[in-house]
């Protein structure tokens, strides 16, 4: 399975921007999607997390303000982020981890198998 992240860019605090992941190749099993994101010269970190039958898990940061969901058919995931605030400036990446359970998700980045490229959000103040 490859991963493919996109929608980022700069938008002024305030705003909202959509992320996708787009999975690709052998998609044929269950697998949960995390996204994580990594701001300069700090540590990647948890930001939401869906399970194959939707179940999600947020970061306390984020939590009220980003939504993540899925589309199964279309093997893709989002990260609909509202209320953007500049400490939100990081690198988004999107990863999977297979799971013989459709409850499964992980906010442990170890857990995952597969990682998309990243794609950069800026929150301009």
């Known amino acids: 399975v490859q991963l493919q992240a996109s929608g980022g860019g700069l938008v002024q605090a305030g705003g909202s921007m959509r992320l996708s992941c787009a999975a690709s190749g052998r998609t044929s099993s269950k697998y949960a999607v995390g996204w994580f994101r990594q701001a300069p010269g700090k540590e990647r970190e948890f930001v939401a997390t869906?399970?194959?039958?939707?179940?999600?898990l947020y970061s306390d940061p984020v939590e009220g303000r980003f939504t993540i969901s899925r589309d199964n058919a279309q093997n893709t995931v989002y990260l609909q982020m509202n209320s953007l605030k500049p400490e939100d400036t990081a690198v988004y990446y999107c990863?999977?981890?297979?799971?013989?359970?459709?409850?499964?998700?992980?906010?442990?980045?170890?857990?995952?198998?597969?990682w998309g490229q990243g794609t950069l959000v800026t929150v301009s103040s």
């Open positions: 990863a999977s981890l297979s799971s013989g359970s459709s409850r499964y998700y992980s906010t442990n980045p170890l857990a995952y198998t597969t």
């Open positions: 869906i399970s194959w039958n939707s179940n999600t």
